[in-house]
């Protein structure tokens, strides 16, 4: 692969952060060679899935898993402001919407990082409505070429509670980490948000709470392990 990206902004984690994220990477290894495709998905906006995402695909494509980060929010993606994304070689960047949308091969939209092992295909362009796009056949194309290519598909989704793009997109993957902003979002919404993935037919593999206010007891379960995640994940 000869097409590549480049992260304008990088962050440094607190050291908690970072082995809260580390955590998440190691259970998910235990979760067995039949779960490839994980999506992150969220109840609302601003819970923190975008970071998970990221920052889960990193550390499994440090550990040396091949992995690839899909950003399916094609609504309103934040990867490419949040990360400063760009060609390395200053060329016109494609993604997902581009490739559900029109001609573009798979290796036309998916690029390799500093990363060995980690790929991403970015979302370049929002659309106001890619519903139809999701049930475009390409979207199973997409995801078939990601499963068979990579040990881990990370699927970076529109919230639910907003539109139905998560539950369609949580029908195709092996399973979800839901993403609960720790004192905002409420237990009703993250009850919705699990009655619809749970219509999707999409396993639950765990929880991640996050933004926790660091002057309080800050933990989650995953798994039935517990981990921590402090304000800083956004």
Not at 217 to 229: P, S
Request: aromatic share 8%.
């Amino acid at each position: 692969m000869n097409k590549k990206i480049v992260f304008g902004k990088k962050y440094e984690l607190p050291y908690a952060l970072e082995e809260s994220i580390n955590r998440l990477r190691v259970n998910v290894g235990f979760l067995g060679n039949d779960i490839k495709k994980i999506m992150i998905i969220s109840s609302e906006p601003n819970e923190g899935k975008s970071f998970v995402a990221t920052n889960l695909w990193k550390q499994m494509s440090m550990a040396g898993e091949k992995s690839l980060l899909i950003d399916c929010d094609m609504r309103n993606s934040v990867l490419l402001r949040n990360y400063g994304i760009k060609e390395a070689s200053n060329g016109k960047l494609r993604g997902t919407s581009h490739y559900l949308s029109d001609s573009s091969k798979i290796e036309d939209v998916i690029y390799s990082t500093e990363y060995e092992n980690g790929d991403i295909l970015p979302n370049v362009d929002n659309v106001i409505n890619p519903s139809m796009l999701l049930e475009n056949k390409k979207f199973d194309e997409m995801l078939k070429y990601a499963e068979e290519n990579y040990r881990y598909v990370f699927v970076d989704a529109p919230p639910l509670e907003l539109v139905s793009d998560g539950e369609s997109i949580a029908s195709k993957c092996d399973g979800v980490i839901l993403c609960i902003r720790g004192g905002v979002t409420s237990k009703q919404i993250v009850r919705n948000s699990i009655s619809r993935l749970e219509r999707a037919g999409c396993p639950i593999l765990g929880v991640v709470l996050n933004r926790v206010n660091s002057t309080k007891k800050r933990y989650g379960k995953y798994y039935g392990k517990k981990y921590y995640y402090g304000k800083e994940g956004k």
